[in-house]
C-alpha cells in the first residue's frame, strides 16, 4: 500500500509527530480511502479499469491531508460488492469508500442494492445531487441509481462508471465529504482549497470524535 | 395544554360554534401539532432545546387557523423517537408532527429511521425539496437525511436540529402542508397569507375528508 | 390491440421486413407500452378515465417508431395494481408500463407502494426529476409520490392522475425513456424530434442487447 501525500506519492516511516497545527494534526491522521471498480470485463482483466484511476487521480488533486488508496476490482455480482465494502469498513478502516460502475438499470447494475444491503444508514442527498448535476450533462442522468450510506465508521459512495461523469459527480459532493466524516469519527480530511473548498459549520472546526 | 389563535395565546371554554364562513370553518377545526425535540442533551437537561420553540415560533406566524401545540422531547433513541410519533398520532390526534434533530450521519443520528419505521407511506418530495433549499446556504445540506410520512391521519415531518436551517426548511414546504392534511382527513388549516400562501388546487377549496 | 404507428391507427399483417437503416429497424420492433389508469372511480364506471387518453395522446404525438397500447383500468387496491403491471410486464411483454394516478399521500393512494413490491430495481431519479418540474407549476407538487423501477424486461413510471400534470412529468423524463429501454434489452424506441429529442450516449447508438 502506498501513502499519497498532497497527491504525490511518499514513502514515510512513522506518522507519530507531535499535533501543533490543523496542517499537522491532519497529516497526522491519514485517511484511508478504498475505491471499488465495479465492472464484470475489468474483473475479468479484459477491459482496462479507467473508473478507478479516475478517482484517484481526482483525489490526488483535491485532497491535501494525507490518505492511502485501497483499490479493488469486482465483478457485478451483488455479493462481491458487498464483500468488497464489508472488508474496506470494517478491516481496513477505511473512512471513505467510493465505488464506480454498477448504477445504471440494466440486468447486472447492483452497486446501489449492495452499497444498501451493507449500509445501516442511507444519505439520500448525495444521489439527488449527483444526479441534478449530471442532468445538466445529460437527460440519462435520471438513469443513474446512484446512492450513499454509511456502515460504522466508513462513508460509502456511489458514483457512475464513466470518468468523465467522476469528476462532476464528485466536484458537486466532496465539499460535504470531509465533515461527514468528521460526523462519523473518521480524520480530519483538508483540501487544497484553490481546487475545492470543503465546508464544515463554524461551530466544528475540530471534529467531536477526536477532542 | 394551550391553544394558539393566531399566534398569540388565547384560553377559550368551547369550540362548538356555528359554521358561517371559511375562517370561521377552519376555526372551529383546531388542528393538534406535535412538536418532537430530538436530541440527548436537551433530553437530559443538560441543553436548552432551542429546535422545538424555533419550531413553535414558526407556526405562531404563519399559521391563521386554531392550533394546540404538543411538545415532546426525547433522546436520540429510535424506540423513544417512535413512541413519541405513534403515541402523538394515534392516542393525541395530531395531524401534523414535525422533528427537530437526529437527522444526520452520525451513530446516534436515527430520526428519519425511526419516522420511516411508524409511517405506512413515505413522502420523499419533502427531504428532496428541504435538502435542495438549505444547499443554497451550506454545501452539506446533503448530509441531512431528513424525511417525512403518513401514519394514519398525521404527517410526520423531519427538520434539522439547528434552529436558522429549521424556518428556511418549513418556508420550503410548508405550502404545500395544509393541502397534504387536508388529504389525509384533517382539519382545514389557513395561514397568515402576507407571511406565507398554502396551495390548494381550485378543484378542493374544501376538504374531500369533512365534507 | 391496435398498432400505433406515428401517431396513427395503422392495421398490418405481418411485421417481418428487412432491416435496411435505423428507421425501418425501429419499426420492425414494436414496442409494447402498458397504460395503467388507477381509480376506484374510473374502474367503477362512475368516472370517465382521462388520465390514460392523456398518456396515449401524448406518446402519439412523441414516438416516431411502432407501438401498440395496453391499457388497463383499476382501483386503488395494491394487489390489483400489482397484478396489473405483472401481466403487462411477465404475459403481455411490454417494455415501458406507464400508471396514472394514486400517488398522493390519502389513504387509498398506493401505486408507488405497488411499484415498489413488484420491481427488481428502482429509479428514484425519475420521481427527483418529476417532482422537481412540476414544483414550477404548484408547490404541492412534493405530495406525488411518484417513482419509477424496473420489473424484468420492463420501465414502470408512476405518473400523477391530473392529465395536465401528466405532459409535463413526461416531457421531464421522456427524453431517457428509449435509452433505458434499450439498457433492458428493449425495442429500438425512436421520437419525433421536432416535438421531443430522446437521448443516447454516441457509444450506444444502437442497444447492447439485440446486436
Redesign the interface.
Known amino acids: 500500500m502506498t501513502l499519497l501525500l498532497n497527491g504525490s506519492l511518499t514513502k514515510i516511516s512513522g506518522l507519530n509527530f507531535r499535533v501543533q497545527n490543523e496542517d499537522e494534526r491532519a497529516m497526522s491522521e491519514v485517511a484511508k480511502i478504498g475505491v471499488v471498480t465495479v465492472s464484470d470485463r475489468a474483473s475479468r482483466g479484459e477491459y482496462e479499469d479507467r473508473g478507478g484511476p479516475a478517482i484517484r487521480e481526482y483525489l490526488g488533486e483535491v485532497l491535501r491531508s494525507a490518505w492511502t488508496d485501497h483499490p479493488v476490482i469486482v465483478s457485478d455480482e451483488q455479493a462481491d460488492i458487498e464483500a468488497a465494502i464489508i472488508r474496506l469498513a470494517d478491516d481496513e478502516g477505511c473512512c471513505l469508500i467510493v465505488t464506480t460502475g454498477g448504477t445504471?438499470?440494466?440486468?447486472r447494475?447492483v452497486t446501489p442494492?449492495a452499497t444498501e444491503a451493507v449500509c445501516q444508514?442511507?444519505?439520500?442527498?448525495?444521489?439527488?445531487?449527483m444526479?441534478?448535476e449530471s442532468?445538466k450533462y445529460?437527460?440519462?442522468?435520471?438513469?443513474?441509481?446512484q446512492?450513499a450510506g454509511?456502515r460504522g465508521g466508513a462513508?460509502v459512495v456511489n458514483l457512475p462508471g464513466q470518468p468523465k461523469a467522476i469528476a462532476e459527480c464528485l466536484d458537486a459532493?466532496f465539499?460535504?465529504i470531509p465533515?461527514?466524516v468528521d460526523?462519523?469519527?473518521g480524520p480530519y480530511m483538508t483540501t487544497n482549497e484553490d481546487r475545492l473548498k470543503a465546508?464544515?459549520?463554524k461551530s466544528a472546526r475540530r471534529p467531536p470524535a477526536s477532542e
Open positions: 445504471g438499470p440494466a440486468l447494475d442494492e444508514k442511507m444519505m439520500p442527498g448525495f444521489g439527488e445531487l444526479r441534478q442532468l445529460v437527460p440519462t442522468a435520471i438513469l443513474s441509481r446512492t454509511i462513508l459532493v465539499p460535504a465533515y461527514c460526523l462519523i469519527g465546508f464544515r459549520p
